[in-house]
Nanobody, 124 residues
Framework: QVQLVESGGGLVQAGGSLRLSCAPSGRTFSSYAVGWFRQAPGKEREFVAA????????YYSDSVKGRFTISRDNTKNTVSLQMNSLKPEDTAVYFC?????????????????WGQGTQVTVSS
């Protein structure tokens, strides 16, 4: 079992920035990849970004590419999502997830453990 703790959500105006962080509770990230997803009211959960822990390969959805940056810090044992140029349509609950084993289809694969989520609200 992996418990994930997200932090950094909040309210920001359009065009602003937020930085989300994800850390495993009481253990290190011994996983293949860590991802961020979001779910807006009335919509399905969608893939946002992911990073492989060993090689730091990154993946982004088209809707956030060029605005969001995912990174990992081995010394702090955290994965961060830097969100710039935020838009009202980025408003959602953001979830961190881990995938323990290799996959060639990160955006669509099954993820093994999920955090509780953190709210991001972008006002126009």
């Amino acid at each position: 079992q992996v418990q994930l703790v997200e932090s950094g959500g909040g309210l920001v105006q359009a065009g602003g920035s937020l930085r989300l962080s994800c850390a495993p509770s009481g253990r290190t990230f011994s996983s293949y990849a860590v991802g961020w997803f979001r779910q807006a009211p009335g919509k399905e959960r969608e893939f946002v970004a992911a990073i492989t822990w060993r090689t730091a390969s990154t993946y982004y959805s088209d809707s956030v590419k060029g605005r969001f940056t995912i990174s990992r810090d081995n010394t702090k044992n955290t994965v961060s999502l830097q969100m710039n140029s935020l838009k009202p349509e980025d408003t959602a609950v953001y979830f961190c997830a881990v995938r323990l084993t290799y996959t060639s289809a990160i955006p669509t694969t099954r993820w093994d453990f999920w955090g509780q989520g953190t709210q991001v609200t972008v006002s126009s």
